[in-house]
């Protein structure tokens, strides 16, 4: 009787208990160490990462760390162009070895050549970690194209290389020279780059100040590969030069649709708030390539919004859509309908980074027919729209500029938003 008894127990535990643990740590680690199937948009990730590091060390099967920015500094505009674990939202220029190593982005073998972000950006304050072998010769190149023929004209390449090179760490290559700088042990550069302004800081001391007569206007960053060993870590940047997209106190500068069912106000607090749905709140201006940064709260589980962008001004919600929708399934890898900064019907979220009734970040990217979206700083989305130009952005790529919209999705919809802030790229 006992042996039964026990049995039953064991039964009851295994079927009941630890599954209901399972799903709790699952819904609570952002950490899992667990391997699931990827999405479409996961496989063209890994398949880029490969292609850009080779075999060795690109996918750690672990998401990345979604606290090492503070509230502060989200609210501020940073984000993280290194997760930490994978080569997410990077393109190389050529075959050169990139791989993560214990936390770090790493070359020491192939050919020379960059690994840049896939998106273009303008006005900004970059900081970055690097540690370089004692003869290396590395870089950061900023406001690049992906393969630079002649950093003289085409970007500027804040130089990683010994006292006895020609422009050594801290240099502007063909720009400024400073001297003195070289070291074994881990440093960190400031770059503010601002208009035709570039200033540099090494460790918090200002060693560059340089003002361009005919400044690049945008482009990628870059990593740079040349010669010998190289590591990088700790890749945070702050767009600069955003304006408010809403004032906190009035809906100037967007067009409402009373006919439709959301309700858009602003509330005492300042914030902007969505009731019902369907309906929209649309932009008075629009925009091409940009930089979109905003919070966003939703206010009961499981609530569907979005953020539409190029679409064609007055047409219901016709545009790229950067999706909000915090569910998941099985973990955060597996997005409900897309998931929070995914594009819909286009690209998944890689994962879904933000949870309901919470504060959570985003940046939108728009660089022609190359899109970027950071939830909570961290990277979820790095697509490229490959399909056939076309007017209407349900049928093919659009970069014609269009009107931003804020959807509201049914009438369950219920949510905030505030410090909206853009800036166009320029041409």
């Not at 606290?67 to 674990?85: T, Y």
């Not at 286009?346 to 504060?359: E, G, I, K, L, Q």
């Not at 490229?384 to 269009?402: C, V, Y």
Request: charged content about 25%; glycine content about 8%.
């Amino acid at each position: 009787m006992k042996n039964h008894v026990l049995l039953l127990i064991a039964l009851f535990f295994f079927s009941c208990i630890l599954p209901a643990c399972r799903q709790s740590t699952d819904e609570s680690n952002t950490e899992s160490d667990s391997h699931d199937t990827a999405t479409p948009d996961d496989e063209g990730a890994k398949a880029t990462a490969t292609s850009a590091a080779g075999t060795k060390g690109t996918e750690s099967g672990r998401l990345p760390k979604f606290d090492v920015l503070s509230k502060d500094e989200l609210a501020e505009g940073w984000i993280r162009l290194f997760d930490g674990e994978t080569l997410f939202g990077w393109e190389a220029s050529t075959n050169a070895n990139w791989h993560i190593e214990n936390g770090t982005i790493t070359a020491d073998q192939g050919e020379r050549g960059l690994l840049c972000t896939t998106v273009d950006f303008a006005d900004y304050v970059l900081r970055v970690d690097f540690k370089a072998h004692p003869q290396s010769n590395s870089g950061i190149f900023l406001r690049t194209p992906l393969k630079s023929s002649d950093p003289k004209t085409n970007c500027y390449e804040l130089n990683i290389a010994p006292d006895d090179n020609a422009y050594p760490t801290g240099s502007l290559v063909f720009r400024r020279k400073v001297h003195g700088n070289n070291s074994e042990e881990w440093q960190t550069f400031e770059a503010t780059v601002l208009g035709n302004e570039i200033t540099i800081r090494l460790n918090g001391e200002q060693i560059v100040h340089y003002v361009d007569k005919s400044p690049l206007s945008k482009g990628r960053i870059g990593l740079q590969l040349n010669e010998g060993h190289i590591a990088f870590r700790n890749i945070f940047l702050k767009p600069l030069s955003l304006k408010p997209l809403f004032d906190g106190k009035t809906l100037d500068g967007w067009k409402t649709y009373p006919d439709m069912d959301s309700e858009f106000s602003v509330t005492d607090e300042g914030l902007l708030h969505v009731e019902n749905g369907r309906g929209q709140l649309e932009t008075t201006e629009s925009y091409g390539d940009f930089v979109l940064q905003l919070e966003c709260r939703t206010n009961a589980p499981y609530l569907n919004s979005g953020i539409f962008f190029r679409c064609i001004p007055g047409e219901l919600m016709n545009g790229y859509e950067s999706q909000i929708q915090n569910q998941f399934k099985k973990d955060r890898r597996d997005p409900v309908d897309c998931g929070t900064g995914g594009i819909f019907r286009r690209v998944n979220a890689r994962f879904v980074a933000a949870d309901d009734d919470t504060w959570f970040s985003k940046t939108i990217v728009a660089s022609g027919p190359r899109f970027g979206v950071w939830v909570n700083g961290v990277q979820v989305t790095a697509w490229t729209d490959d399909r056939e130009e076309d007017e209407n952005p349900r049928r093919g790529l659009r970069t014609k500029p269009g009107t931003i919209m804020i959807q509201g999705h049914d009438p369950t919809t219920d949510i905030d938003f505030r410090n909206l802030r853009i800036v166009p790229l320029p041409e």
